[in-house]
Every structure is written in structure tokens, then in C-alpha cells.
């Protein structure tokens, strides 16, 4: 085997702690979590006590500020366990960055610290019943209405979709304008008119909670904008 020079001591270090973390706190439970469909909502409040969410979060917004050899390290444990219900990816790799890369700074202040905490799961509503690889062709919409935006659609195949407070949500805020009308909003789990579907059965990955979610006039301030209107297909093919 040839051997990997891509890891220094101090990320094998942290690699012990989180196989550690794993062994305890998730491999025994993983049988009956695959059996709920979901893992136990506690786990994300562990893990993120230990620093395993969300670690590349710079230190000013409650992360620890290293680099993304840190988040590999995480996603190639849960691999090698086997722990396939673990959406810590999704949280850590994709969805989070969105809000390092393009929040506001207070929506970083609000949100970064509980997504490293553990307190706030994310998870990212790209995905339709009629759209999934062509996702130009997404009908969700985000109308603006004086000072908001009202947001109407369905998403699914949603990852952490049962456990997530915090969506970025993919809306056409200009329907007529084909990929450059596409928007990223940041939506809150409670906002009336944002509900969760079904917890979907696979053929696999039965410990993830991929989920259909339903967004019925769900009327967000235009703080909930997340980067540039207009921007958000751009922001998808970037990150
Ligand atoms: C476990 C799981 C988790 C997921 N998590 C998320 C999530 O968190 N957020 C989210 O938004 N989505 C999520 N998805 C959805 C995923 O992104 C979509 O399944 C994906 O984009 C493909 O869309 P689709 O399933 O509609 O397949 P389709 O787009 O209908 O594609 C079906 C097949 O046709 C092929 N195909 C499509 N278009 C073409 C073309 N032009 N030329 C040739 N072949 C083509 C595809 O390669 C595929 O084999 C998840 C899906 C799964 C299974």
C-alpha cells in the first residue's frame, strides 16, 4: 500500500478522537437508528462539542478555524464504520461553507456558532420532484412582497431533511429568467408554511433522513437572502 503523505500527526491525532467518538457514541445505536430511519438528534450535539462539525468555521464566528483536511478526516471515519446515517458531511462540507462563503456577517454571527455547536443541523433543498439533474429547471419560487420574499414548492431527496433547522433553500426569484433568476435562501425549520414531508425509504442509507419538504407561502424577511439575488446558480456550480 503506498502510504498517504497527505495527513500530518496532528490530523491522525484528531483522527483518533473522532474513531474514538464513533466506536462510543454511534456504531453501537447505528442497527436501531437504520431502524428509525434516523440517527438520534443528540449525536449532532456530541460531535459538535468534540469540534467534529463544521471545522474549516473560522474561530471568530465559534469554529476552530482549520483546514479541510479536518472535515475529510470525519467523512473517511463514518466511512470506514460503515456509519452510513451520518449526514455530518452534508452539514460540515457543503451547506455550512454556503453561509461562511456568502452570509452576511449577521447571519454568520447568527447561525455559524450553533452549526458548530450542534445546535443548528443544516441541510441544502436543490433537488424537486421534477428537477434533479437539470436543475435549471427548478419551479420553486421566492416572489418578492415590499420587504420579503414569499416562497412556494416542494423539495425532495433532501439530506438531514427530518432533523434540519436551517434550510438553503434554491428559488427562482425571476421564474422568466431561466438559471439566472435562481436564488439561495436561508430558511429557518417553524417558519409557518415550511413543512416536512416524508422521511423517504431506501434501498440504502436507511440511518439518513432524506426527506421531501414543502414550502407553502412561506413568507422570509430579505435578511433570509443568502448572497446576491440572481446569484444563485453561479453559487451552486462554485462550491
Ligand atoms: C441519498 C440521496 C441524498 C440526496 N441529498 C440531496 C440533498 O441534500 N439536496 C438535494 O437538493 N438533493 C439531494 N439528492 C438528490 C440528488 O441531487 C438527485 O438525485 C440528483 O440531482 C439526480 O436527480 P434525479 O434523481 O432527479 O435524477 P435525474 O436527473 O432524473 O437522472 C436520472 C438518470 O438520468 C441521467 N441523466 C440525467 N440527465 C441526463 C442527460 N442530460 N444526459 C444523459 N443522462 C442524463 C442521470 O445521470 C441519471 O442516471 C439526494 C439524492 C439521494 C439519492
Request: glycine share 10%; charged share 25%.
Amino acid at each position: 500500500m503506498i502510504p498517504r503523505t497527505v495527513y500530518e500527526p496532528e490530523h491522525e491525532m484528531f483522527r483518533e478522537s473522532v474513531r474514538k467518538f464513533l466506536e462510543t457514541e454511534a456504531a453501537p445505536y447505528h442497527e436501531q437508528w437504520e431502524e428509525d430511519g434516523q440517527v438520534d438528534r443528540a449525536l449532532w450535539n456530541k460531535a459538535g462539542e468534540q469540534g467534529f462539525l463544521a471545522p474549516t468555521v473560522p474561530e471568530e464566528y465559534g469554529g476552530v478555524g482549520v483546514d479541510f483536511r479536518y472535515n475529510a478526516i470525519v467523512d473517511e471515519e463514518c466511512a470506514r464504520s460503515g456509519l452510513t446515517g451520518i449526514g455530518w458531511g452534508l452539514h460540515s462540507d457543503i451547506a455550512v461553507p454556503y453561509i461562511v462563503r456568502y452570509g452576511t456577517e449577521e447571519q454568520k454571527q447568527k447561525y455559524l456558532p450553533k452549526c458548530v455547536s450542534g445546535e443548528i443541523v443544516t441541510a441544502i433543498a436543490m433537488t424537486e420532484p421534477a428537477a434533479g439533474s437539470d436543475l435549471q429547471g427548478i419551479k420553486t419560487t421566492a416572489i418578492k412582497d415590499g420587504d420579503d420574499y414569499i416562497i412556494n414548492g416542494s423539495k425532495t431527496f433532501i439530506t438531514n431533511g427530518q432533523h434540519a433547522d436551517l434550510v438553503v433553500v434554491v428559488a427562482k426569484t425571476d421564474p422568466s429568467a431561466g438559471a439566472k433568476g435562481t436564488s439561495l435562501f436561508l430558511v429557518e425549520a417553524g417558519t409557518p408554511g415550511f413543512e416536512k414531508g416524508k422521511n423517504l425509504h431506501k434501498i440504502g442509507l436507511k440511518a439518513q433522513d432524506t426527506s421531501e419538504l414543502f414550502f407553502q407561502d412561506v413568507r422570509v424577511p430579505k435578511e433570509a437572502l443568502l448572497g446576491e439575488e440572481g446569484m444563485g446558480f453561479v453559487y451552486l456550480m462554485q462550491d
